[in-house]
């Protein structure tokens, strides 16, 4: 709930604009009071009539209104706010926050202000992945100002790819994270995500498929709910998410270490594909193909940092995660997986032949708990991790 938190709304001018309306009922519904501040070029797409209409309050529009400047200046009016939200944040806004330029009223309040900042970038594919806006994203970024979005889709444009604006409902989330408001709000969680990368010599290593995705958007839906992540990752394929603390490792025994630094935690989720084993006696020195003659490779076991983390006595997390993938008897798999490790839950994966899970955009899961077994139907694997978020915050009492 965003009750008694006031959100100062820079509406920017792009199409994404009339998401806004929707963005507006959805934070008042949640208790918030939103005051609106459209850019002249946002009136192009959106009336001021509709979003004072919606917000219950005056549009502010102009830089040089002296009645206004009488009753509360522009520095005033940014500083009252819990959170300056820019949305659309389009690239000519990101440009100009990035540079600290300050023409007109909606520049003016966020140079002018100390209150956190979120922005929902939303512009053309190309515009998006253009040098200048990269740049201008990671200063934005290194400034403090969060960031939600842009998606990947259709765009009105006609192109697609990454550049349309978040959701409103996404939007809300991350307005309740960036405000500790979420469900999760003063919770600590410990997320693996990604391979491990196991050496035999100093170039070559043993690892594994895993591309860190379902990993990733664990991590994400977590952060909505505003958990304090960190974010334990091998060499993955995808690029960890926004708003978490990232703790690179290799090796599953650096794995270990890195969420034993981590802890305490109010809960662990361990998505990781771990090797199970490493090479005992890694080569100094590039092992060398000598004619005839076949390398033996011998391998030690590595740590099961789920187990270790499930067995411990003192400070373990309250709520511990295990992943299975199961071919065959899902359910029973994992019910045993469950025991043997000493965990909470386990999230089995159907992975069987036909089931598309491998690559794919879609999984069925069923979460095994010392209650009995949740059988959700095949969804999406976001989906996946956002109900895996919910039932998270309700077992923290969330
Ligand atoms: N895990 C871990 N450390 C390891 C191995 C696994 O933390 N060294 C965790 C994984 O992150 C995952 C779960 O344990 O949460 C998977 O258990 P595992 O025994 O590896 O099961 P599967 O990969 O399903 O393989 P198997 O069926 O062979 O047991």
Redesign the pocket.
Known sequence: MLTGKRILLIIGGGIAAYKCLDLIRRLRERGAAVTPVMTRAAEEFVTPLSVSALAGEEVHRDLFDLTKEAEMGHIQLSRVADLLVVAPCTADLMGKMAGGLAGDLATTLLMATDTPVLCAPAMNVRMWQHPATQRNLAQLQADGVAVVGPNDGDMACGEFGPGRMAEPLEIVAAIEARLGAGPLAGKRIIV?SGPTQEPIDPVRYISNHSSGTQGTAIATALVALGAEVVFVTGPASVPPPQGVQVVRITT?QDMLEAVQAALPADAAI?????A?WRVAQVAESKMKKTRGALPTLEFAE?????ATVAQMGDGRPGLVV?????TDEVVA?AQA?RAR?GCDWIVANDVATGTGTFGGADNTVHIVTGDGVEDWPRMAKAQVAERLAQRVAEALGG
Do not use: M, Q, R, S
Request: no cysteine.
């Open positions: 693996t599953a361990f998505a990781a594909a771990v199970d590595n740590p099961d940092i789920l295990g992943f299975a993938a199961e798999n997986k490790k």
